[in-house]
Every structure is written in C-alpha cells, then in structure tokens.
C-alpha cells in the first residue's frame, strides 16, 4: 500500500517539526507541504519565512509545495499531486495536529478491508477543547473523484455530489493543541476559524451525525466551539506578541 500525508501551514515552524516528527510511525511514504499565507490573514509574504521551508526540505520523504490562497485549494493540490504519483491513500493532518497513536497492523489491515466504492473514512480525533472530541474526515482513497470545497468538505468532482463517508477506522489517532503557537498568531487563526465555523455549520453537524452523535448535541457541540473561539480571540488580543 502506497500511502502520502498532506499538510497545510504558513509561518508555523514549531507546530510543524511536532507534526513531521509523528508521521514516520504510520509509515507514510511521501509527506506533501503545502505553504502559503490564509486568506484574509496578516503578513508580509504569501510564504513561510520563519525557517519552515528549511525544516521541510530536512526531512526525507517531503516534497515542500508553495501554494498561497484559500485553504480548499492547497488540499486540492495534495491530493492532486498524490493523484499524479500514484498513492493509494493520502493521510490529511493539519501541522497543530499530530500522530498520537498508530497501530500499524491494525490500520493496514483496515484500509485493505474498505470498500472500494468509498473514498473517504474518518479518524479519531483529540483535542484539549472536550467540545469538539469527534470523528474527522482525513482518511482519503486517492482516485481522483473528489475535490474539497468550503475548507473540509468533499465532493465528486463531477456531479458535485457530496462525498459518501465510511465509518472510523481503528489504528490511528489524531490530537490537537496550541501551545507551540504564540497569542497573534493564535488570534488570527481564532477569527478565520470563527468564520470558517459559521460558513460549514450544517455540513459539520451533519458529518458529527453521520459518526454516530445526536443532531441536538452536534448542534450544541458546534455553537459551543464558535463561542469558544470568539471568547479566545478576544482573550489573545490583550496578549502582547512574542518577539
């Protein structure tokens, strides 16, 4: 089984050295770094200057990809390149994100059992914030079918037809935290997330639905996420910036 990881970042080299460092256990054959700035949020250059681009091209099995603009295109284009070099599966972790648990054996064995007529699976996921302990979607058969829209979510290319989602798959665990970043960083990232949130809402409790929750608390889970990150953001801005 051929499998790739696809990564998103921008001026956040030490959340991405903790996140290039889980993935040799999952025994991912290729890595794909996508760089460039989010948009709407602040800074000078469309591209990492902060020593990320030279942690990437340290690593062995990493193929660093400038590519500024909206979140949904960089995921394309790691699916895209996994597409055109003929991997089998693509792992989606974000670079707060890390490799907290793998079971080699068990996800193999896994993901040769999945059917072949569904391309996407979710996977455990961790995070500090107990709101928003759910499934995620970042387990992607690559066929060259599919195509995000709208940050996360994932569509036929043809027919726009929402992407049919298979169960959790055991053998791997994803988890989140923030303390790697500073309080400006964190802010903005805290307001484009907040509107990111608001634009995918439906989709998200509908995806939480699907991985087994009440639509009730999905809802409840979701709004409660929203508020979390407005209070945090107002929390950051008094925050003095590190230098």
Not at 22 to 28: D, G, M, Q, R, Y
Not at 68 to 79: D, Q
Not at 210 to 229: C, P, V, Y
Request: proline share 4%.
């Amino acid at each position: 089984m051929n499998l790739a990881a696809g990564i998103i970042f921008y001026q956040d080299c030490k959340s991405l050295k903790r996140c290039l460092d889980s993935l040799p256990a999952c025994h991912v054959n290729h890595i794909f770094c996508i760089d460039g700035r989010f948009p709407d949020f602040k800074g000078e250059t469309d591209f990492s200057t902060d020593g990320s681009i030279e942690l990437v091209r340290s690593y062995p099995h990493t193929e660093y990809v400038p590519h500024p603009g909206p979140e949904e295109a960089k995921r394309n284009k790691y699916l895209e390149l996994a597409e055109a070099q003929g991997f089998d599966w693509i792992i989606v972790i974000d670079c707060d994100e890390y490799i907290s648990y793998v079971n080699w054996e068990m996800l193999k064995m896994n993901l040769d059992l999945c059917p072949k007529n569904l391309e996407v699976y979710m996977t455990r996921f961790k995070a500090p914030d107990p709101a928003f302990e759910i499934g995620l979607q970042r387990l992607i058969r690559v066929t060259g079918k599919l195509e995000y829209f709208g940050v996360d979510n994932l569509r036929d290319k043809v027919s726009g037809k929402l992407a049919e989602v298979g169960g959790t798959l055991d053998g791997l665990m994803l988890s989140t935290d923030d303390t790697l970043r500073d309080a400006n960083w964190l802010e903005q990232m805290c307001n484009y997330e907040i509107e990111m949130a608001k634009s995918n809402l439906d989709f998200c409790v509908d995806i939480a639905v699907k991985s087994g929750m009440e639509r009730d608390r999905a809802l409840w889970q979701f709004h409660t996420r929203i508020n979390l990150l407005m209070r945090e953001s107002a929390k950051l801005k008094t925050i003095p910036s590190k230098t």
